[in-house]
C-alpha cells in the first residue's frame, strides 16, 4: 500500500512523501484494513518503531481536515509527550478550511489548571495524569474531542501509571460517546481483551522494520533462539562488557541493561576503562564538546564530573538519578552515534525509544527497594529486546541475556525468549489509588449517586475483566472516609462533594494527604518553622521518591528529631512499639532535611554527599515539595487560616529556587539562580536596586557573570551604563559553530 | 568481490589519512568506475568527498557494485607499514567478510581486518552558491594557516579581487596574513563580490596538512557566512574535496 492511494488528505500526503515516507510497513496497512481511517475505534499491537504512531498521524489529520475534529493523544511520560510533539510539529504548515494553521499543543505542566488556551489547539499532546486533571477540572474543550490516541497502553499493568490510564479513558468515553478511540500497544497476550473494553477491533502483528535475533550468552558463546550460535572475544572477565566492546569494534552501539542503578554506573566505568583505544580521533572530538555540554548543563556534582570523564569516552549511564538535562543530552548524543556504550537501568526501556545495535540484558532480575531482587517480567524483557537494531544504521538487532551456567541458560531460553509476554491485569483495585479517582468522580460530576459511581467504575478495564462486585466494598469504605473527613455530603440519594472535597480533587492530591495537610493546620502549634511545614508535606503519601535513611545515619536522624520535636505537626511513633513506622518517619524526617538543606542553600554536591541523595531524585522530591506547598497554601486559604499564607507562599518559591529568604528578591531574574544570586549577595547587590546602581564593569567583573549575562541583568533592571561600553557589549561577539546539515 | 592493486603504497596511505581527520568509519562505494566516499564527521561540521576512477590504480576488478565499511584507524595503522615503492593489493574475501591487505617489497605481509556494516544514510552535497573562487599552493596555505595558528583557534577569510587574507584574533594577540592575487601562494583568485567567513582552526589546520600530502594544488570556494569547499588537485586523476561549516556570530 502506497501513500499516495491512501484516502487522506492531499496536503499530509505531500509532507510525508517529501520526508521519504512513500510506502506503509505491515502493521499499517492492516489498521487501515482494520478501518481506521472509517473511524473505528482500534487497538494496534505491535512491536516498538513498527510505525504505530504514523497511523495516529493518519487518523489526527483526517479528523481535523475533514470532520473538524479535535484531537487528544496521551502519553505515559512528559519525555514521550515532547518527543511525539516534535513528530506532529511537520503538519503545522497545513491551513485548514477556516484557512487557519494547524496548531499542535502540548501541556504537561501545573495540575491545578483547566488550561483553557488548549482550546484554540486541533491537537493536544499530553500525559496521562495531566489529562486526568483536567477531566478534573472539567475543561470545557475536552467536550469536543473526536478521537483519543493512547499511547503505550500496555502501562495498563503499571501499578502506579495504569490505573489514571484506564480512568482517563473510561472518562473521555463517557463524555463522548462518538468518540474515536485509537489505541498502541506493545505485542501483549490479551490484546482482544483491551479490544472488547475499548468496543474496538485490534491488530496484532510481531512485524520489525530490523531483524531481532534473540540470545543467550553463556561463557564466550551466544547461542540464539534460531539455533544460530557464535562466538564472541573474551576481553575482560565481564561477559556485559565483551558484548559491547565486540558490538563497538564492528562499528555498532550497544545498550546495557543493569538491575541497579549502581550497577549501571560501575559498569559504564568498566566499559570506559577499555574502549579507549577503539575511538578514533574524530569521535573524541565530537565527544570533548559533549562532555562539555555536560558540565555546564547543571551545578557542577561529583555525579556530572563523572559523566562527563565517561562521555570523553563514549560511554554514558542512564538511570532516574541523573536531571532531566543530563539524561536529553545523553540520549541526544547516542542518537547521534556519539556515545557508543550506554549502561541503564530497567525503566530505560518503558521511556523515550532509544535502539542500539545490541541489547544486553546483564542482570534478568530488577531490583526494588523495600522489597529486593526479583525476576523481570516477560513483557519488560521483551520491551528491553525491542530496544535492539537501529533502523536505517543496522541490518540486524541483537538482544543479549546472560547466563553463568548451562542450567541458567536453558532456564532463560524458556523462560523469556521462547515465553509469551504474561496477560495484562488491571492495577485498579488497590484502596490508595482508588481513594482519588473516587473522589474525583462525584467532585467533577461524574456521579452524584451511590449507583452512578459503580456505573462509572463498571466501565473500566477492571471490571471488564473482574467484576465490579469485587471493587464495591473497597468503593463504599473510601466512601464512608471521604464523607467522615467532610469532603462528600449526602442527602437522600444525592452524593455531592464539599468545597473541600472539591479543592481536593482539582489539585491532585490523595485524599489521605488533605487530611494529613487539613489536620495539621488545624493544631495550635506555639510556632510553626520552615521545618514544620517541609516535614509535613514528607508525611503525605504523594511525597516521593521515599527515602530510606542508611543504617549509619539512623541515629544522628532520630537525635536531630528529638531536638526539633516541638516543631513537628505530626506526631512521632513510638519507637519501641513499631518499629517499621518508626523507621518510615524517620525517612520523611530525612526527606525534610534534604528540603531544609535545599533551601539553605546546600550545594547539589554537598546534599550528595550528606544525604547520598542523587540529583534525579533531588529534582523529583523538589517538584512534589512545591506542588504539596501548594496544596497545603490552597488548603489553608479555604480554611480561612490567614496567618500561615505569608509562610507556605515564602516556602513555596524557595523551595523551587532552593534559596535563603534574602535572595528571594534577586533571584526573580532572568538568568539568575542559586549560585549567582548568592555571588552578587555576597558581593554587596542585596536587592534589584543595588543592581540598578551598580556599574555594569562591576558586575561583569563578578565570578561566574560574564559580559552577555551583565547586560542580560541590566536589562532587566536599568540603571545607567556608558554609551561606548554598552555599545562595545552590543557587538561583544558570540561565536556559533554551524553544522554542515543546517545547509 | 573487488580486488585493487596500487604500486605506490605511499599514495594511498597519504589519501587514508587525509580521510581519517573526519571519519573513523568509511563506508567506500566500489563500482566499475572506481572507488568512492562521502562522509560527514561526527559532530557535522565537515564532510568528505573522495573519489578515485580505477585508472588510478594499476589493477583494478570488481563484479558487482559493493558496499564496504572499515574501521579507518585500524586500516591506518596496517597502511602504515608499508614502505616506499611497496605494492599494496586490497581484495574483500566474499565469504569471511574480511578485508585483505597485503604489502609486499622488501617482504610480503598479508593482514586481515573485519569490514563493518555499512551505514545506509546519504551524505548530500551542501548546496551553495560560491563567490570567490581562489587557487593557492597547499605549500602557501599551510604557512599561513600556521601563522594563523599561533595566535587563536579560528581564522576569518575574506578575499576580494586583488587578495585573500586571513585574519585571527585571539584574546590576546592578532595575526593577519595577505596572499596577493598572482603571488606564488596564490596562483588565481575571483571574486563575484567580497566575501568573508569564519572558521575553526582546529578542523581546516588538520584538512589542510594532511591533504597537502597528497596535493600541491588547492582550489577554495566560499562565500560570506556559508561553508568553505577545498578541492585538493590531485597529480593523476581522482577527486578529494572538503567542505567546512562556518562559526557564525550570533545576536
Given at each position: 500500500?502506497?501513500?499516495?492511494?491512501?484516502?487522506?488528505?492531499?496536503?499530509?500526503?505531500?509532507?510525508?512523501?517529501?520526508?521519504?515516507?512513500?510506502?506503509?510497513?505491515p502493521?499499517?496497512?492492516?489498521?487501515?484494513?482494520a478501518?481506521?481511517?472509517?473511524?473505528?475505534?482500534?487497538?494496534?499491537?505491535?512491536?516498538?518503531?513498527?510505525?504505530?504512531?504514523l497511523?495516529?498521524e493518519?487518523?489526527a489529520?483526517?479528523?481535523?481536515?475533514?470532520?473538524?475534529?479535535k484531537?487528544?493523544?496521551?502519553?505515559?511520560?512528559?519525555?514521550?509527550?515532547?518527543?511525539?510533539?516534535?513528530?506532529?510539529?511537520?503538519?503545522?504548515?497545513?491551513?485548514?478550511?477556516?484557512?487557519?494553521?494547524?496548531?499542535?499543543?502540548?501541556?504537561?505542566?501545573?495540575?491545578?489548571?483547566?488550561?483553557?488556551?488548549?482550546e484554540?489547539?486541533?491537537?493536544?499532546?499530553?500525559?496521562?495524569?495531566?489529562?486526568?486533571?483536567?477531566?478534573?477540572h472539567?475543561?470545557?474543550?475536552?467536550?469536543?474531542?473526536?478521537?483519543?490516541?493512547?499511547?503505550?497502553?500496555h502501562l495498563l499493568?503499571?501499578?502506579?501509571?495504569?490505573?489514571?490510564?484506564?480512568?482517563?479513558?473510561?472518562?473521555?468515553?463517557?463524555?463522548?460517546?462518538?468518540?474515536?478511540?485509537?489505541?498502541?500497544?506493545?505485542?501483549?497476550?490479551?490484546?482482544?481483551?483491551?479490544?472488547?473494553?475499548?468496543?474496538?477491533?485490534?491488530?496484532?502483528?510481531?512485524?520489525?522494520?530490523?531483524?531481532l535475533?534473540?540470545?543467550?550468552?553463556?561463557?564466550?558463546?551466544?547461542?540464539?533462539?534460531d539455533?544460530?550460535?557464535?562466538?564472541?572475544?573474551?576481553?575482560?572477565?565481564?561477559?556485559?562488557?565483551?558484548?559491547?566492546?565486540?558490538?563497538?569494534?564492528?562499528?555498532?552501539?550497544?545498550?546495557?541493561?543493569?538491575?541497579?542503578?549502581?550497577?549501571?554506573?560501575?559498569?559504564?566505568?568498566?566499559v570506559?576503562?577499555?574502549?579507549?583505544q577503539?575511538?578514533?580521533k574524530?569521535?573524541?572530538?565530537?565527544?570533548e564538546?559533549?562532555?562539555e555540554?555536560?558540565?555546564?548543563a547543571?551545578?557542577?556534582?561529583?555525579?556530572?564530573?563523572?559523566?562527563?570523564?565517561?562521555?570523553?569516552?563514549?560511554?554514558?549511564?542512564h538511570?532516574?538519578g541523573l536531571g532531566?538535562?543530563?539524561?536529553?543530552l545523553?540520549?541526544?548524543?547516542?542518537?547521534e552515534?556519539k556515545?557508543?556504550?550506554?549502561?541503564?537501568?530497567?525503566?530505560l526501556?518503558?521511556?523515550v525509544?532509544?535502539p542500539?545495535?545490541?541489547?544486553?540484558i546483564?542482570?534478568?532480575?530488577?531490583?526494588?527497594?523495600?522489597y529486593?531482587?526479583?525476576?523481570?517480567?516477560?513483557?519488560?524483557?521483551?520491551?528491553?529486546?525491542?530496544?535492539?537494531?537501529?533502523?536505517?544504521?543496522?541490518?540486524?538487532g541483537?538482544?543479549?541475556?546472560?547466563?553463568?551456567?548451562?542450567?541458567?541458560?536453558?532456564?532463560?531460553?524458556?523462560s523469556?525468549?521462547?515465553?509469551?509476554?504474561?496477560?495484562?491485569?488491571?492495577?485498579?483495585?488497590?484502596?490508595?489509588?482508588?481513594?482519588?479517582?473516587?473522589?474525583?468522580?462525584?467532585?467533577?460530576?461524574?456521579?452524584?449517586?451511590?449507583?452512578?459511581?459503580?456505573?462509572?467504575?463498571?466501565?473500566?478495564?477492571?471490571?471488564?475483566?473482574?467484576?465490579?462486585?469485587?471493587?464495591?466494598?473497597?468503593?463504599?469504605?473510601?466512601?464512608?472516609?471521604?464523607?467522615?473527613e467532610?469532603?462528600?455530603?449526602v442527602?437522600?440519594?444525592?452524593?455531592?462533594?464539599?468545597?473541600?472535597?472539591k479543592?481536593v480533587?482539582?489539585?491532585?492530591?490523595?485524599?489521605?494527604?488533605?487530611?494529613?495537610?487539613?489536620?495539621?493546620?488545624?493544631?495550635?502549634?506555639?510556632?510553626?518553622?520552615?521545618?514544620?511545614?517541609?516535614h509535613?508535606?514528607?508525611?503525605?503519601?504523594?511525597?516521593?521518591?521515599?527515602?530510606?535513611?542508611?543504617?549509619?545515619?539512623?541515629?544522628?536522624?532520630a537525635?536531630?528529631?528529638e531536638e526539633?520535636?516541638p516543631e513537628?505537626?505530626?506526631?512521632?511513633?513510638?519507637?519501641?512499639?513499631?518499629?517499621?513506622?518508626?523507621?518510615?518517619?524517620l525517612?520523611?524526617?530525612?526527606?525534610?532535611?534534604?528540603?531544609k538543606?535545599?533551601?539553605?542553600?546546600?550545594?547539589?554536591?554537598?546534599?550528595?554527599?550528606?544525604?547520598?541523595?542523587?540529583?534525579?531524585?533531588?529534582?523529583?522530591?523538589?517538584?512534589?515539595?512545591?506542588?504539596?506547598?501548594?496544596?497545603?497554601?490552597?488548603?489553608?486559604?479555604?480554611?480561612?487560616?490567614k496567618?500561615i499564607?505569608?509562610?507556605?507562599?515564602?516556602?513555596?518559591?524557595?523551595?523551587?529556587?532552593?534559596?535563603?529568604?534574602?535572595?528571594?528578591?534577586?533571584v526573580?531574574?532572568e538568568?539568575?539562580?542559586?549560585?549567582?544570586?548568592?555571588?552578587?549577595?555576597?558581593?554587596?547587590?542585596?536587592?534589584?536596586?543595588?543592581?540598578?546602581?551598580?556599574?555594569?564593569?562591576?558586575?561583569?567583573?563578578?565570578?561566574?557573570?560574564?559580559?552577555?549575562?551583565?547586560?542580560?541583568?541590566?536589562?532587566?533592571?536599568?540603571?545607567?551604563?556608558k554609551?561606548?561600553?554598552?555599545?562595545?557589549?552590543?557587538?561583544?561577539?558570540?561565536?556559533?559553530?554551524?553544522a554542515?546539515?543546517?545547509? | 568481490?573487488f580486488?585493487?592493486?596500487?604500486a605506490?603504497?605511499?599514495l594511498?596511505?597519504d589519501?587514508?589519512?587525509?580521510?581519517?581527520?573526519?571519519?573513523?568509519?568509511?563506508?567506500?562505494?566500489?563500482?566499475?568506475?572506481?572507488?568512492?566516499?562521502?562522509?560527514?564527521?561526527?559532530?557535522?561540521?565537515a564532510?568528505v568527498?573522495?573519489?578515485?576512477?580505477?585508472?588510478?590504480?594499476?589493477?583494478?576488478?570488481?563484479t558487482?557494485?559493493?558496499?564496504?565499511?572499515?574501521?579507518?584507524?585500524?586500516?591506518?595503522?596496517?597502511?602504515?607499514?608499508?614502505?616506499?615503492?611497496?605494492v599494496?593489493?586490497?581484495?574483500?574475501?566474499?565469504?569471511?567478510?574480511?578485508?585483505?591487505?597485503?604489502?609486499?617489497?622488501?617482504?610480503a605481509r598479508?593482514f586481515?581486518?573485519?569490514t563493518l556494516?555499512?551505514s545506509?544514510?546519504?551524505?548530500?552535497?551542501?548546496?551553495?552558491?560560491f563567490?570567490?573562487?581562489?587557487?593557492?599552493?597547499?605549500?602557501?596555505?599551510?604557512?599561513?594557516?600556521?601563522?594563523a595558528?599561533?595566535?587563536?583557534?579560528?581564522?576569518r577569510?575574506?578575499?576580494?579581487?586583488?587578495?585573500?587574507?586571513?585574519?585571527?584574533a585571539?584574546?590576546?594577540?592578532?595575526?593577519?596574513?595577505?596572499?596577493?592575487?598572482?603571488?606564488?601562494?596564490?596562483?588565481?583568485?575571483?571574486?563575484?563580490?567580497?566575501?568573508?567567513?569564519?572558521?575553526?582552526?582546529s578542523?581546516?589546520?588538520e584538512?589542510?596538512k594532511?591533504?597537502?600530502?597528497t596535493?600541491?594544488?588547492?582550489?577554495?570556494?566560499?562565500?560570506?557566512?556559508?561553508?568553505?569547499?577545498?578541492?585538493?588537485?590531485?597529480?593523476?586523476?581522482?577527486k578529494?574535496?572538503f567542505?567546512?561549516?562556518?562559526?557564525?556570530?550570533?545576536?
Open positions: 500500500m502506497k501513500i499516495i492511494n491512501l484516502p487522506i488528505p492531499e496536503p499530509v500526503k505531500e509532507i510525508l512523501i517529501k520526508s521519504g515516507i512513500v510506502e506503509l510497513y502493521p499499517q496497512e492492516e489498521a487501515i484494513k478501518g481506521a481511517l472509517e473511524g473505528r475505534n482500534l487497538v494496534l499491537a505491535s512491536p516498538t518503531a513498527s510505525g504505530k504512531t497511523v495516529a493518519f487518523c489529520l483526517k479528523h481535523i481536515l475533514e470532520k473538524n475534529g484531537i487528544i493523544y496521551l502519553t505515559p511520560l512528559r519525555a514521550l509527550a515532547n518527543e511525539k510533539f516534535d513528530e506532529f510539529k511537520k503538519y503545522t504548515s497545513i491551513k485548514k478550511d477556516d484557512s487557519r494553521r494547524i496548531r499542535i499543543g502540548i501541556s504537561t505542566g501545573d495540575f491545578d489548571s483547566s488550561d483553557p488556551w488548549l484554540r489547539y486541533d491537537i493536544i499532546i499530553t500525559t496521562n495524569e495531566k489529562a486526568d486533571s483536567l477531566l478534573r472539567r475543561a470545557k474543550w475536552m467536550d469536543e474531542i473526536s478521537l483519543v490516541v493512547a499511547d503505550e497502553v499493568n503499571d501499578a502506579e501509571r495504569g490505573p489514571t490510564l484506564e480512568v482517563v479513558l473510561a472518562r473521555l468515553m463517557q463524555i463522548n460517546p462518538d468518540i474515536q478511540v485509537l489505541a498502541l500497544s506493545a505485542t501483549i497476550n490479551n490484546v482482544q481483551e483491551i479490544a472488547e473494553w475499548l468496543k474496538a477491533d485490534y491488530v496484532t502483528t510481531e512485524w520489525r522494520p530490523i531483524l535475533k534473540e540470545g543467550v550468552l553463556l561463557h564466550e558463546e551466544i547461542q540464539f533462539k539455533g544460530d550460535a557464535r562466538k564472541i572475544e573474551k576481553e575482560t572477565r565481564n561477559p556485559a562488557i565483551n558484548l559491547a566492546l565486540n558490538t563497538v569494534k564492528s562499528g555498532g552501539q550497544a545498550l546495557i541493561f543493569a538491575a541497579t542503578r549502581k550497577n549501571a554506573v560501575m559498569l559504564a566505568k568498566k570506559a576503562g577499555e574502549i579507549e577503539v575511538l578514533s574524530p569521535i573524541k572530538r565530537a565527544l564538546h559533549e562532555a555540554r555536560i558540565l555546564a547543571s551545578e557542577r556534582t561529583r555525579i556530572s564530573e563523572l559523566l562527563a570523564e565517561l562521555v570523553k569516552r563514549a560511554t554514558a549511564f538511570h532516574a532531566g538535562s543530563h539524561r536529553k545523553i540520549e541526544d548524543s547516542f542518537r552515534g556515545i557508543k556504550v550506554l549502561t541503564a537501568t530497567p525503566t526501556a518503558f521511556g525509544n532509544l542500539a545495535r545490541t541489547v544486553v546483564q542482570d534478568y532480575r530488577r531490583y526494588e527497594p523495600g529486593g531482587y526479583y525476576p523481570i517480567s516477560v513483557l519488560e524483557y521483551k520491551q528491553m529486546a525491542g530496544r535492539a537494531g537501529r533502523p536505517k544504521y543496522d541490518k540486524v541483537e538482544a543479549i541475556l546472560i547466563a553463568k551456567t548451562a542450567d541458567e541458560s536453558d532456564y532463560l531460553m524458556e523469556y525468549i521462547l515465553a509469551k509476554p504474561e496477560r495484562i491485569w488491571s492495577r485498579l483495585a488497590v484502596e490508595r489509588i482508588l481513594r482519588s479517582h473516587v473522589l474525583a468522580t462525584i467532585a467533577a460530576d461524574f456521579a452524584h449517586t451511590e449507583r452512578g459511581i459503580y456505573d462509572f467504575f463498571g466501565r473500566t478495564f477492571y471490571a471488564h475483566q473482574c467484576e465490579i462486585g469485587a471493587i464495591k466494598g473497597i468503593i463504599a469504605k473510601i466512601l464512608k472516609y471521604v464523607y467522615d467532610e469532603m462528600i455530603d442527602s437522600g440519594e444525592n452524593i455531592y462533594a464539599t468545597e473541600f472535597g479543592r480533587s482539582e489539585l491532585y492530591i490523595d485524599p489521605v494527604s488533605a487530611v494529613i495537610i487539613r489536620n495539621a493546620l488545624r493544631k495550635k502549634l506555639a510556632y510553626i518553622t520552615d521545618l514544620s511545614l517541609l509535613m508535606i514528607a508525611h503525605t503519601p504523594d511525597m516521593g521518591p521515599i527515602m530510606r535513611p542508611y543504617s549509619r545515619e539512623l541515629d544522628a536522624i537525635v536531630f528529631m526539633h520535636k513537628f505537626m505530626v506526631d512521632a511513633p513510638d519507637e519501641w512499639e513499631d518499629r517499621i513506622t518508626y523507621e518510615q518517619f525517612g520523611e524526617v530525612k526527606t525534610a532535611m534534604v528540603l538543606g535545599w533551601i539553605e542553600e546546600m550545594t547539589e554536591d554537598e546534599i550528595i554527599e550528606k544525604f547520598r541523595t542523587q540529583p534525579g531524585d533531588l529534582y523529583r522530591t523538589i517538584e512534589n515539595a512545591k506542588w504539596l506547598l501548594y496544596a497545603t497554601h490552597e488548603l489553608a486559604s479555604l480554611f480561612g487560616n496567618g499564607l505569608p509562610k507556605t507562599a515564602e516556602l513555596m518559591e524557595r523551595v523551587e529556587k532552593g534559596v535563603k529568604k534574602e535572595l528571594l528578591p534577586i526573580k531574574l538568568g539568575i539562580g542559586r549560585t549567582r544570586g548568592r555571588i552578587l549577595y555576597n558581593s554587596g547587590y542585596k536587592t534589584i536596586e543595588d543592581i540598578k546602581l551598580a556599574s555594569i564593569e562591576d558586575l561583569m567583573n563578578l565570578p561566574l557573570i560574564g559580559p552577555k549575562l551583565a547586560k542580560k541583568i541590566k536589562e532587566q533592571v536599568g540603571g545607567f551604563v554609551k561606548e561600553i554598552w555599545e562595545k557589549l552590543e557587538k561583544e561577539e558570540v561565536w556559533k559553530q554551524k554542515l546539515t543546517e545547509y | 568481490m580486488k585493487i592493486k596500487m605506490d603504497a605511499k594511498l596511505r589519501m587514508v589519512t587525509a580521510i581519517s581527520i573526519l571519519v573513523d568509519e568509511a563506508t567506500f562505494k566500489i563500482d566499475q568506475k572506481g572507488l568512492k566516499l562521502r562522509a560527514m564527521d561526527p559532530s557535522r561540521v564532510m568527498d573522495f573519489e578515485w576512477p580505477k585508472t588510478v590504480f594499476d589493477e583494478y576488478t570488481t558487482e557494485p559493493t558496499k564496504m565499511c572499515i574501521n579507518i584507524s585500524e586500516m591506518l595503522k596496517l597502511l602504515k607499514r608499508a614502505g616506499k615503492d611497496e599494496v593489493e586490497l581484495s574483500l574475501d566474499e565469504k569471511t567478510g574480511k578485508l585483505q591487505i597485503k604489502i609486499t617489497g622488501k617482504y598479508n586481515t581486518m573485519p556494516e555499512a545506509e544514510e546519504e551524505v548530500p552535497t551542501p548546496k551553495i552558491t563567490n570567490v573562487k581562489a587557487k593557492a599552493t597547499t605549500q602557501g596555505l599551510s604557512q599561513a594557516i600556521e601563522d595558528q599561533l595566535v587563536s583557534d579560528h581564522v577569510i575574506e578575499a576580494d579581487n586583488e587578495k585573500l587574507v586571513l585574519n585571527a585571539g584574546d590576546l594577540m592578532g595575526a593577519t596574513i595577505t596572499l596577493q592575487k598572482g603571488s606564488d601562494a596564490l596562483l588565481d583568485l575571483e571574486a563575484k563580490e567580497p566575501s568573508k567567513a569564519t572558521f575553526s582552526l578542523y581546516l589546520s584538512i589542510i594532511e591533504a597537502s600530502a596535493s600541491d594544488i588547492a582550489t577554495l570556494e566560499f562565500s560570506t557566512d556559508m561553508p568553505i569547499k577545498l578541492d585538493f588537485q590531485q597529480a593523476k586523476e581522482g578529494l574535496t567542505y567546512l561549516a562556518p562559526r557564525i556570530e550570533t545576536e
